[in-house]
């Protein structure tokens, strides 16, 4: 029997061979927003692991809204142009290519997690890398001693949503087929969203309503743009875990508002609203965010993506045939192991050929081969 992990699953006109989904991890390693040979090599390995969906790291709509001077960008049509080379190769071998939408908002212009984590230095200065402005609903700095952004105006609003919208339609020119927007970790739309970051004193503040008018106008906008086959994610921090910030009753308004307008499955993520985009709030353990999946999937009805240390097979496969969730994101997992995804299949026997048939021919010719050597000598010893 099949294990329901890797059943596909059809999100509007577009086939996932399995649930298994690589979610969005930044790397930092552009050159002007630009794509290159690093991140073909790094998405595509996924891709030939056996995962279902790949969903490009945060790329930025427009140049201010990079986290760092290394983040991805999709603000002109020669980034589009770049970043096609990996649509198509994830396609070519089997995988469903997805690209992240995104603005850092008061996160934008700091340093590289390796580098601090921090505002940009000295450091960052002398190799050329300075500062830009940056921008938030409100202007509340991250912290002390980071930048301090500007408060944008309605103006500012309606040239950010165009932005999205061009980057939309850059992406399907590149040959995606999966959009995410990005509403979490303390970036741009997620500081619209809680009350903690959002004093507005106009229609985009004030009560939940108000706070979700924005995020939900450019949802609104990607949903228009983006073809009517293919379908869009959001990924949202479920809770702040912060007190007075955004609670899981808030985001189930979210999901509820955004299933009315066609979004397709909610990436339930959560934290990050101050500090490291993946600052925890609540207790890490295996699985830890899985609950608000599930709870947004009960609630609402809107399809779920889980993630959040989930990291062994038959704890993915329990997620997806408890209906906890649609689609399980493995992600630090599979920067140990890209292979993660044929390897889980193996495991569960939930491919329809057993042994190596799921991996790419072009290894899984050799895999056969070593293993009747295994299966003739026995495990390895030292004499």
Same mark, same amino acid.
């Given at each position: 029997?099949?294990?329901?992990?890797?059943?596909?699953?059809?999100?509007?006109?577009?086939?996932?061979?399995?649930?298994?989904?690589?979610?969005?991890?930044?790397?930092?390693? #552009?050159? %002007? %927003?630009? +794509?290159?040979?690093?991140?073909?090599?790094?998405?595509?390995?996924?891709?030939?692991?056996?995962? %279902?969906?790949?969903?490009?790291?945060?790329?930025?709509?427009?140049?201010?809204?990079?986290?760092?001077?290394?983040?991805?960008?999709? /603000?002109?049509?020669?980034?589009?142009?770049?970043?096609?080379?990996?649509?198509?190769?994830?396609?070519?071998?089997? +995988?469903?290519?997805?690209?992240?939408?995104?603005?850092?908002?008061?996160?934008?212009?700091?340093?590289?997690?390796?580098?601090?984590?921090?505002?940009?230095?000295?450091?960052?200065?002398?190799?050329?890398?300075?500062? /830009?402005?940056?921008?938030?609903?409100?202007?509340?700095?991250?912290?002390?001693?980071?930048?301090?952004? +500007?408060?944008?105006?309605?103006?500012?609003?309606?040239?950010?949503?165009?932005?999205?919208?061009?980057?939309?339609?850059?992406?399907?020119?590149?040959?995606?087929?999966?959009?995410?927007?990005?509403?979490?970790?303390?970036?741009?739309?997620?500081?619209?969203?809680?009350?903690?970051?959002?004093?507005?004193?106009?229609?985009?503040?004030?009560?939940? #309503?108000?706070?979700?008018?924005?995020?939900?106008?450019?949802?609104?906008?990607?949903?228009?743009?983006?073809?009517?086959?293919?379908?869009?994610?959001?990924?949202?921090?479920?809770?702040?875990?912060?007190?007075?910030?955004?609670?899981?009753?808030?985001?189930?308004?979210? +999901?509820?508002?955004?299933?009315?307008?066609?979004?397709?499955?909610?990436?339930?993520?959560?934290?990050?609203?101050? %500090?490291?985009?993946?600052?925890?709030?609540?207790?890490?353990?295996?699985?830890?965010?899985?609950?608000?999946?599930?709870?947004?999937?009960?609630?609402? =009805?809107?399809?779920?993506?889980?993630?959040?240390?989930?990291?062994?097979?038959?704890?993915?496969?329990?997620?997806?045939?408890?209906?906890?969730?649609?689609?399980?994101?493995? =992600?630090?997992?599979?920067?140990?192991?890209?292979? /993660?995804?044929?390897?889980?299949?193996?495991?569960?026997? =939930?491919?329809?050929?057993?042994?190596?048939?799921?991996?790419?021919?072009?290894?899984? /010719?050799?895999?056969?081969?070593?293993?009747?050597?295994?299966?003739?000598?026995?495990?390895?010893?030292?004499?």
């Amino acid at each position: 029997m099949t294990a329901q992990l890797f059943t596909p699953v059809r999100l509007r006109d577009v086939s996932l061979r399995n649930r298994v989904a690589i979610p969005p991890m930044c790397q930092y390693s #552009a050159e %002007g %927003g630009m +794509a290159g040979d690093y991140h073909l090599v790094h998405y595509g390995r996924f891709a030939l692991g056996g995962a %279902g969906l790949v969903i490009l790291e945060a790329t930025a709509v427009v140049p201010e809204g990079r986290i760092t001077h290394g983040d991805l960008g999709i /603000w002109s049509d020669a980034h589009g142009d770049a970043l096609a080379r990996v649509a198509g190769f994830l396609k070519a071998q089997g +995988a469903v290519a997805g690209v992240q939408l995104a603005h850092a908002g008061r996160k934008a212009s700091m340093q590289r997690p390796w580098e601090g984590n921090g505002p940009l230095s000295e450091e960052e200065f002398a190799r050329g890398e300075a500062p /830009w402005p940056i921008v938030a609903p409100s202007a509340i700095p991250l912290d002390a001693g980071w930048l301090m952004p +500007a408060e944008l105006s309605a103006s500012d609003l309606d040239d950010l949503k165009a932005a999205f919208v061009a980057a939309a339609g850059r992406a399907q020119a590149a040959g995606f087929d999966v959009i995410e927007l990005h509403a979490a970790h303390g970036y741009l739309l997620h500081t619209f969203l809680s009350p903690l970051t959002n004093r507005r004193e106009d229609a985009f503040g004030g009560e939940r #309503a108000g706070r979700m008018r924005f995020p939900l106008a450019v949802a609104r906008a990607l949903r228009r743009a983006w073809p009517a086959g293919k379908p869009l994610f959001v990924r949202v921090s479920a809770v702040d875990g912060l007190e007075g910030g955004l609670t899981l009753d808030d985001t189930l308004a979210f +999901a509820g508002e955004l299933r009315a307008l066609g979004v397709d499955v909610l990436d339930c993520s959560s934290g990050g609203l101050s %500090g490291s985009a993946t600052a925890a709030r609540i207790r890490r353990d295996y699985g830890f965010q899985v609950g608000f999946a599930e709870a947004v999937k009960r609630e609402t =009805g809107l399809a779920t993506m889980a993630v959040g240390l989930i990291v062994d097979p038959r704890q993915a496969e329990a997620i997806v045939a408890e209906g906890r969730a649609d689609l399980v994101a493995v =992600g630090r997992e599979a920067l140990a192991d890209p292979n /993660w995804a044929v390897r889980a299949g193996r495991a569960l026997d =939930g491919t329809e050929e057993p042994g190596f048939a799921a991996w790419p021919r072009q290894a899984g /010719w050799w895999l056969e081969r070593r293993e009747r050597d295994i299966a003739r000598l026995g495990p390895w010893r030292q004499e």
